[in-house]
């Protein structure tokens, strides 16, 4: 897989290890990259891709297909990408209705991970719900019928996938509500601005609130 990682890095002045520790990784993975001898994980594809403020397409250019693209395509549509055997629950899929109502009714041109979120604290009988009110989110009862967003970032995309990795960790064949929240919150940890704010302004544990889920899930 050719990348213009070498690119970016010299626009900004950047040496190597200068970029390896905006990562915190080792130069060596740096060099390994940007050489194409390492393929980096979908999660590193997506840091690097913020560390430059760019799409992820913009930095991995993709002749033939790598792990990183198969992951990408792997989650083009939410209703089609589950393994045989593996749904979302009727709230789960209700949630993310919400989501692309609310992405419609925002004039976006497609559903973001903040939208996932709304969608979760727009269906308060959920266990995600629940929890989100126990840390101080405000939850409402009301959910708006609108037009909806079919095309998904590939953010929620990823968040996507990682509820199916959390379903699947836990061997449960329905991804759930609490597993869109155990997404969410992954892809927060690895670095979205929006999701951060949000949770920072709720003055949220998080370790408490991933401990708590873990928790309903494996009992």
């Avoid at 010299?10 to 520790?21: F, G």
């Avoid at 033939?64 to 990408?81: N, R």
């Avoid at 899929?93 to 559903?111: F, M, P």
Wanted: charged share 25%.
């Amino acid at each position: 897989m050719k990348n213009r990682l070498k690119e970016l890095r010299k626009t900004r002045s950047w040496s190597q290890a200068d970029l390896a520790r905006a990562l915190n990784i080792s130069r060596q993975a740096v060099n390994g990259f940007e050489s194409g001898k390492f393929t980096p994980s979908l999660e590193m594809a997506f840091k690097i891709a913020r560390q430059f403020d760019v799409a992820i397409e913009s930095v991995f250019l993709v002749q033939e297909k790598s792990p990183v693209q198969h992951l990408l395509e792997k989650v083009k549509d939410f209703t089609q990408w589950l393994p045989r055997g593996e749904r979302f629950t009727d709230k789960a899929i209700a949630v993310i209705e919400s989501a692309q109502q609310q992405a419609a009714l925002s004039q976006q041109i497609q559903v973001e991970p903040e939208h996932l979120l709304y969608g979760l604290l727009n269906h308060p009988t959920t266990i995600a719900a629940n929890l989100l009110r126990e840390h101080g989110f405000a939850c409402n009862t009301e959910v708006i019928k609108a037009a909806k967003i079919t095309k998904f970032s590939l953010e929620s995309k990823y968040v996507l996938e990682l509820a199916l990795n959390a379903a699947r960790l836990q061997q449960k064949k329905y991804l759930a509500t609490e597993h869109l929240l155990l997404g969410l919150i992954q892809l927060m940890q690895l670095g979205n601005d929006n999701l951060i704010e949000i949770f920072d302004k709720n003055e949220v544990d998080t370790p408490t609130l991933i401990k708590k889920i873990t928790e309903l899930n494996y009992q």
